[in-house]
């Protein structure tokens, strides 16, 4: 049996006229890591802000840990709250080292406790070598794992992650957001993640929550956001796929540009219904021999991996990964056959 932890029910916020967010709701269970996603100004800040207290909702209730935090007749102060928060720009007091940086929420706890505490972070972060170091001295990723064991230091109810990860470089981030997904889950604390990227909020956390002009689109697990969009906008957002043209000739078969395509229809779909399909690159199996071949109109090599784009017709393109030892020219031709396990289909409005 899952306990919830954090819940948010009917959350808006609006400065003067403009709505902010609007009518969130969401539940957290005990040890889970949440994300809200979103491209920039949909509201995951302003709402990650709320939680934390620091802005007061207009409407709604927000409850962590059976506690009312914040409805119409109370607003209970941030500092009173029990959160941890860890910011993008890590918040490290530079004339503090390492150890003093983590141990500054422990002034509860006796000399002892809370050395052997820090002493716990800092092995569970892998840096017990640089405790007398300052900030200034620490790499970025390093300043990010101290700015984490700070805010694990008293074992918060709830930790708070704002864009923890938007100042490093590509590679690192999303290679950190693993490992403080795994720091995270040790010490068995719930989180919340603000991010506008997706490998970092799939990296991390159990359950998103894609945001769009301050309303929650979808919250559910990454794999059912990215194989089970339940928009058309949460399927363009994720992933890289395109739409491609499709009309529903029986109640199991939409024909389309590349053939006909089995699965379940659209609600409310009948024959003859027009429909737009989502193909993404992992549908798109590479096969020299196949009955399909389109014409590459581009290329970007990646490495392990190049990227084709393929024409279907003059309106329609799709993206096809192949390892990067196939090489082809654009403008040649690239053989490829369907594996759609997920039909992703919407109405066509």
């Not at 170091?133 to 074992?155: E, F, N």
């Not at 389309?256 to 409310?268: A, D, R, S, V, W």
Request: charge should be negative; aromatic fraction near 6%; glycine fraction near 8%.
């Amino acid at each position: 049996m899952t306990n919830t932890l954090l819940q948010l029910k009917n959350i808006s916020l609006s400065y003067g006229s403009y709505a902010v967010i609007k009518n969130i709701d969401l539940n957290l269970d005990e040890g889970e890591i949440g994300c809200l996603l979103g491209s920039s100004g949909c509201g995951k800040t302003t709402l990650l802000r709320s939680i934390a207290g620091f802005e007061i909702p207009n409407q709604g209730q927000i409850q962590i840990r059976n506690n009312m935090v914040n409805d119409k007749n109370r607003n209970i102060p941030p500092e009173q709250r029990n959160i941890g928060m860890v910011f993008q720009d890590f918040a490290l007091f530079p004339h503090l080292n390492v150890r003093r940086n983590i141990a500054f929420g422990l002034m509860k706890l006796n000399k002892t406790s809370a050395n052997q505490r820090v002493d716990e972070l800092l092995n569970m972060i892998g840096l017990t070598d640089i405790g007398n170091k300052y900030p200034h001295q620490l790499s970025g990723g390093q300043q990010q794992r101290v700015a984490l064991a700070r805010a694990l230091a008293p074992k918060p109810d709830l930790l708070l992650l704002d864009e923890p990860f938007s100042s490093l470089d590509v590679e690192l981030r999303e290679q950190l957001a693993t490992e403080v997904g795994k720091i995270i889950k040790h010490e068995g604390i719930t989180a919340i993640l603000v991010t506008h990227d997706q490998q970092e909020a799939f990296a991390m956390a159990d359950k998103v929550g894609l945001l769009h002009h301050g309303k929650m689109v979808q919250w559910d697990t990454p794999y059912n956001l990215y194989h089970k969009p339940c928009t058309q906008y949460a399927a363009n957002f994720i992933g890289q796929g395109v739409m491609i043209p499709g009309e529903v000739i029986d109640n199991q078969i939409i024909k389309t540009e590349l053939g006909n395509i089995h699965g379940k229809m659209p609600e409310g779909c009948q024959i003859g219904c027009l429909v737009d399909i989502l193909i993404r690159p992992d549908d798109i199996i590479h096969d020299d021999n196949a009955e399909y071949q389109l014409e590459i109109t581009d290329k970007v090599f990646r490495g392990a991996e190049f990227i084709y784009t393929l024409k279907i017709s003059e309106t329609s393109h799709i993206l096809c990964i192949t390892p990067s030892h196939h090489d082809h020219l654009i403008n040649s031709q690239l053989g490829i056959t369907l594996d759609m396990t997920h039909i992703v289909a919407f109405k066509r409005q």
